[in-house]
C-alpha cells in the first residue's frame, strides 16, 4: 500500500504550550509539556509531563520560565523534532 499524500500537502502539525526548563545548549530549548487526563481505572485527574527538544534560529529569544508555542516539524539531530513557534513570556 503506496502513501498518495505527499508530505508537503501534509496540513497537520501539533503544537504545544510549555515551560522552558533549559536553555543552555546553543539554537536548543527544553521545554516540558504538562496534560492533565483522568485516568482510566481511579477517575481522577492526573498530570504528566514530557520534555521536548526545542530548535531555535537564534540564542536568547526564550529563557528559564518562559511559557512557549512549539510546533512540528523536520528532524533537525537525534532528539530535535519540534520548533519554536511563540514566545508568551514569564508567568511571574
Known amino acids: 500500500m503506496s502513501m498518495d ?41 492526573v498530570h504528566a509531563s514530557k520534555k521536548y527538544y526545542v530548535h531555535t534560529e537564534v540564542d536568547g529569544v526564550a529563557r528559564i520560565g518562559d511559557k512557549v508555542s512549539i510546533i512540528e516539524s523536520r528532524p533537525h539531530s537525534r532528539l530535535k523534532r519540534w520548533e519554536l513557534l511563540s514566545e508568551k513570556g514569564s508567568d511571574q
Not at 492533565?36 to 485527574?45: C, D, L, P, Q, W
Open 5 to 45: 499524500i505527499k508530505p508537503q500537502e501534509r496540513k497537520f502539525k501539533r503544537t504545544l504550550t510549555g515551560e522552558v526548563v533549559s536553555d543552555k545548549c546553543k539554537n536548543t530549548l527544553v521545554v516540558k509539556v504538562v496534560r492533565r487526563f483522568r485516568h482510566a481505572k481511579y477517575n481522577k485527574f
